[in-house]
C-alpha cells in the first residue's frame, strides 16, 4: 500500500523561454524549448489540484445559470407610489387577453414619462397569465445579447443568444417578453424579435418609429392632474388633506405632470419637508432642481429628467441638435415647417444679408439643396431624428411640432449663447412671416402669434421691419394693443433714422392709425390718416395704391365717428379709383365694397347694403376660400343686413354658421368671434329669446372687458344690448343703470352726437317709461329724435324709430291725439322706406289698429 504523499511526479507546468529572434527582413528565430523550470508536485498535490479546478468549473457554471436566472426571469416589482395610469392598463389588458397570436405592445414617449413603470405595475397585476416572463434590458445589443443568452442559458437551450431566440420559437406558451428602453435608433429589434405566431411582448421606448412593430400601442404623455397630485403626495410623504392637494396641484401644474419631475420634486420636499415653499424654490431655481439626483429612490431609475433627455440629446447630429435648440426660442406648441421653408425664401437686399442675418441664414443651409431651394428631406431627417428620442412631437394631421414644456426649457439651458439663437429665431419668424401673402395673413397670424408674442416677450432685437412684421401678426390676430405698441415704437425710429416723408415711415404711420382705429380712438386715428393720406399724394399722387389705401382707412374712421354722409362719399370715390387701377375681383376692391355696403346700412339703405354684400360675398368665396376670415366677416355682414331687413330668422342661421366657423378659425376669444356673437344675441332679441340673449351677451362682455378693455366702443355696444336684454325681461331698473353708465362712457369716448351714443339715450328714455317717469322719457326722447334727424336725415329707421318712442311717450302722459298723429307719420315713412311686410311696420300698424 503506498502513500500519496510519498510519489513524487515531475510536470512542465511553467513555459520554457522563446528562441532568439529572426534576422531583419528575413526569416523569424527559432522557437524555444518550451521546458522551463522543473517543478515538483506530489500525486495527491496533482489530485488535489485537479478536484479544485472541477470544482472551480461547476460553481462558475452554477453561479453562471443562477446569475442567468435572476437576470433573465426577473422583473422589479413597479414603484410603491405608482398612481394612475388606468386608461393605459385597461387597453394593455384588453390586448393581451385576445388569445391565439403573438401580441405585441408598445409604450413610447418622452423619456421620465413613467413608460417601464406603467409596464411593470401590467406584469404585476397579470403575471398569473404568462408561463415564463423575461426582463430584457434593450438600451445597447450588448445587453440585448446578454438578455436573449440568459434565457438560453437558464433553460438549458445552449448559452448563445441565437439559443435564447430559438427556445422562445419553439416553445409555444404564453411567455412574455420585455424589451425595456428601447431607445436607439440604430437598434433593429426586429432581428431580436421571435418569429412565431404566439408569446406576448411589451416594449417600451422614447423613438415613436418602434409602433412599428406592434398590433397596439400607447403615447405615454403627462398624467391627469388628480394622479400627479397623488404621486407628489406620496413621493414626498405626505398627507393628503385639502390644503395640501391645493398646493400640490399647483406644482404638478408647474411640472406639466411629468410622472419623473414629480418623483424628483416628491423626494426633494420630503427631505426639506417644505410643501408650501417648494412652487417659489422652483421658480428661481428650476435648473438645479430637475438635475439633482435624491439620495433616497422609490425605483431602481438612475437618471434625472435633465440627464435623461442631455443623454439623448448627445446622441444628435449637428443639424437635429440645432434644430431642437432654435425651437427651444420659438414656443413650445405649433411649430412648423413653414416657418423655416418661407424664412429660406427671403429675398435679401441687393448687397445680401446684413450682418445679423448671417446667423439665421447658416441655421437655414442645413435645411437647402445644392442650388440653395429648400429641401423637406433634409428637413425630415432632423425631425425625424429629433422625433425618434421623443424630445419633439409631430400631430400629422396639424402638421405642427409640439416640444414638452419641460424639454423646451431644458433645451434652451443647453445654449452656450442664448442672445445668438434668440435674435437668429427671431429674425426668422421676420423673415418667414415677410414671405407670406398679405391675404394669408390673419390665417398666418393665428399659427405664429405664440412665438411672435414670446420673441417679443423675451425683448428680442431684430431689426424693424421684422418687429413690423410682428406688428402685422398681433393686428391680424386681433391683439391690438400689442400691435400698436410696436408700431409707435418703430415709428419713433423711423423718423429719426429716415424722417418723416419716407414711404416706409408714411407706411407705419398708416398701420398706426389702423392700430388706433381698433382700439377705438377713432378720432386719433382720423388725424393721423388726414396726416398721411395728404404726404401720400404729394408723394405718390392721389391714385397711387398706398394712397387709396389710407383714403378707405380715413373713410371707416369717418364711420366710426358716425359721419356716415362723408364716408359713404368716400368709399364712392376710393372704389371708382381702385376699379382704375386694379381688376374687379381684387382684395383691395373687394374690401372697399365691402366697407361701402356698411355705410349703406348707417344711412338705412338696407337693401342697398343687402345686394352689395351678395356681391362681395360671392366673389369672396371665389377669390379667398369660403372659410377665409374675409369671406366669414362678409357672412356677418349679410346676416346683419338681413335682420334690418326684417328676416330675422334667416340672420340667426347665418350668424350660427359664421360663429361656428370663427371659433375654428380664430379662436373664442378674437375680436370678430366676439362681434358675431353680440350679433347672434340680438337676433336672439328680435326673435323673442330674451334669456338666451342675455346669457350671451353676459358672456361675450366678459371676454371683451378682458380682449378690448372696458371702454372699447365694441364693449360698450355689447352693455348696451344686455340692458335691452335686462328691459325685454323686466328688469327695469337694471337696465337704466346700465343705460346711464354706458351713456356717460359714450359721451366720453365718442362724443355726444355720435350714432351710438344716441342710442343709448334712446334706451334710457325708454327704461325711464318702464319705472314710471314718462316726462322724463319723453324729454330725452324729443333730445335724441332732433340729434337724429340732424345727423341720419328724417327717413332712417332709427329716426323713425325714435319717432315711436316719443309717440309712447306722448300716449303714456295722456296725450293721444300727438301719439296717434305720430304713430301714422311712422307708419306712413316705415312703408316707404322698409316696407309693407317689415316687423317694425307690421309692429307699429297693430298698434295703431288696436287704439
Known sequence: MFSLDSDPRSLNIIGGQGGPGGTAHLQGGTGGTGEGPIVHITTAQLIAHNLQATVATDQTLWLQNVRASQIASHCPPPSRIFCGRQDILENMQHFFSDPGSQHIYVLHGLGGAGKTQIALKFIKESSSRFSDIFFIDTSTIATIDTGLKNIAILKDAGDSPENGLLWLISKVEEWLLFFDNADDPNINLHDYIPQCNHGNIIITSRNP???AYAGSNSLVSDMEEEDAVGLLLKSALQEATARAEQIAAEIVKSLHHLPLAIVQAGAFISKSQNLDGYLALYTKNQAQLLSEKPAQSHDRYAHTVYTTWQMSFDRLTPPAAMFLQHCSFLHYNGISEEIFSYASKYQFHANGPSEELQKPLEFLLYFLGPTGEWDSLQFLDATNEVQS???ISFDAEKKLFFIHPLVHSWSRGTVQNPKEYMLTMGSILGMAISERSLWDMQLTSLLLYPHVELAVEMNTKVAWVFKLQYAMIFWEGGRYKQAGKLREEVLEEQKQVLGDHHPDTLLT????ANSYSDLGEHQQAKELQGIVLETWKQVLGDNHPDTLCTMGSLANSYSALGEHQQAKELKGIVLEKWKQVLGDNHPDILRTMGS???SYSDLGEYQKAQELEVIVLERRKQVLGENHPDTLRTMGNLAYSYSNLGERQEAKELQGIVLEKQKRLLGENHPDTLYTMVSLANSYSELGQHHKAKELQVFVLAKQKQVLGENHPHTLRTMVSLASSYSNLGEHRKAQELNVMVLEKQTQVLGENHPHTLLTMGNLAVSYS????PQKAKELNSIVLEKRKQILGENHPD??????NLASSY???????????LRVLVLEKRTQVLGNNHPD???????LDSM
Open 811 to 821: 300716449s303714456d302722459l295722456g296725450e293721444h291725439q300727438k301719439a296717434t298723429e
Open 209 to 211: 418609429g418602434m409602433c
Open 509 to 512: 404711420m398708416h398701420n398706426l
Open 596 to 598: 361701402l355696403a356698411n
Open 770 to 773: 318702464h319705472l314710471g317717469e
Open 389 to 391: 428620442y421623443s424630445l
Open 841 to 847: 311696420t307690421l309692429k307699429i300698424k297693430e298698434l
Open 799 to 804: 329716426t323713425l324709430h325714435t319717432m315711436g
